[in-house]
């Protein structure tokens, strides 16, 4: 079946980096672009970014422009989510999810990994 | 940006009841939008796509509808496990895509 296994939780120091990874399976990979979505504690859903799995193009939200970094690695059929210079406000859970459709909706999505920036 | 704005944004209802969630964009996304269900240490669920087409496997009691700046989702006759959150999408501006901020769904 078609699925998204993301990497463990994550606890970070203010000014650290973070790598989320995402293994997708049960598909054609380079098929279908992943995007990234965070979500802080108790708060909704916020687009990190995207990224093209069949060229390596990517657009990340502006407010994250400079921090972010997002790539994939084909043989492995993974995609990775750099976040540099972390600070609380970056605390959150962080999803991938596969873009369906040619504007595209999200599924499946991966289940998730707890970023946590503390001191 | 285009801005996307739900309301409510949480509701108490009971089992059997008809329930409306409504999305609004700040700009037209045509028909590009989207409804998500999440429930909580869950990811969320794509419940419609594309303003009214259901997902497989997505019980016929929702359903969406609207164009342009206005849309809904309905459930016909709410069932315990449809307490949730719910979220709009717009995917007009694919791969840059908003979220609405989210209805609550709670038992009354």
């Known amino acids: 079946q078609v699925q998204l296994v993301q990497s463990g939780a994550e606890v970070k120091k203010p000014g650290a980096s973070v790598v989320v990874s995402c293994k997708a399976s049960g598909y054609t990979f380079a098929n279908f672009a992943i995007s990234w979505v965070r979500q802080a504690p108790g708060q909704g859903l916020e687009w990190v970014g995207w990224?093209?799995?069949?060229?390596?193009?990517?657009d990340y939200a502006q407010k994250l422009q400079g921090r972010v970094t997002m790539t994939t690695d084909t043989s492995t059929t993974t995609a990775y989510m750099e976040l540099r210079s972390l600070t609380s406000d970056d605390t959150a859970v962080y999803f991938c999810?596969?873009?369906?459709?040619?504007?595209?909706?999200?599924?499946?999505w991966g289940q998730g990994t707890l970023v946590t920036v503390s001191s | 940006d285009i801005q996307m704005t739900q309301s409510p944004s949480s509701l108490s209802a009971s089992v059997g009841d008809r329930v409306t969630i409504t999305c609004r964009a700040s700009q037209t996304v045509r028909g590009y939008l989207n409804w998500y269900q999440q429930k909580p240490g869950e990811a969320p669920k794509v419940l419609i796509y594309a303003t009214s087409s259901l997902q497989t496997g997505v019980p016929s009691r929702f359903s969406g509808n609207g164009s342009g700046t206005d849309f809904t989702l309905t459930i016909s006759s709410l069932q315990p496990e449809d307490f949730a959150t719910y979220y709009c999408?717009?995917?007009?501006?694919?791969?840059?895509?908003?979220f609405g901020q989210g209805t609550k769904v709670e038992i009354k």
């Open positions: 990224i093209s799995t069949y060229n390596g193009k990517t």
């Open positions: 999408q717009q995917s007009y501006r694919t791969p840059l895509v908003t």
């Open positions: 999810a596969r873009n369906y459709g040619s504007h595209s909706w999200f599924d499946p």
